[in-house]
């Protein structure tokens, strides 16, 4: 089984900063894709970053230029930098760990921001 522990999240105004970290263990296989999704009160679940183990990364188009999503392959570790935060950034952020077909997801941590 595979664990997804994430931290980083809290209270922020708009146009600043949070860096996100999820740390995973457990069964985990050299080829793998880790990400973020949000989800805002009343909306879908929406996918953000992800970031394969190669670097290949995607985003979400309401986040392009201002969130990074990075990795520490050696440590199962991914990261999220988010920059010039908007009020519509605000959601429940969740990491996600995709291989062989099986997706796991931490438990979520709270990014609100504020105007």
């Known amino acids: 089984q595979v664990q997804l522990v994430e931290s980083g999240g809290g209270l922020v105004q708009a146009g600043g900063s949070l860096r996100l970290s999820c740390a995973a263990s457990?069964?985990?296989?050299?080829?793998?894709?880790m990400g973020w999704y949000r989800q805002a009160p009343g909306e879908q679940r929406e996918l953000v970053a992800a970031?394969?183990?190669?670097?290949?990364?995607n985003y979400a188009d309401s986040v392009k230029g201002r969130f990074t999503i990075s990795r520490d392959n050696a440590k199962n570790t991914v990261y999220l930098q988010m920059n010039s935060l908007k009020p519509d950034d605000t959601a429940v952020y969740y990491c996600?760990?995709?291989?062989?077909?099986?997706?796991?997801w931490g438990q979520g941590t709270q990014v609100t921001v504020s105007s």
């Open positions: 996600i760990l995709s291989q062989f077909s099986n997706n796991y």
């Open positions: 457990g069964n985990i296989f050299k080829v793998n894709t």
């Open positions: 970031i394969n183990s190669g670097g290949s990364t």
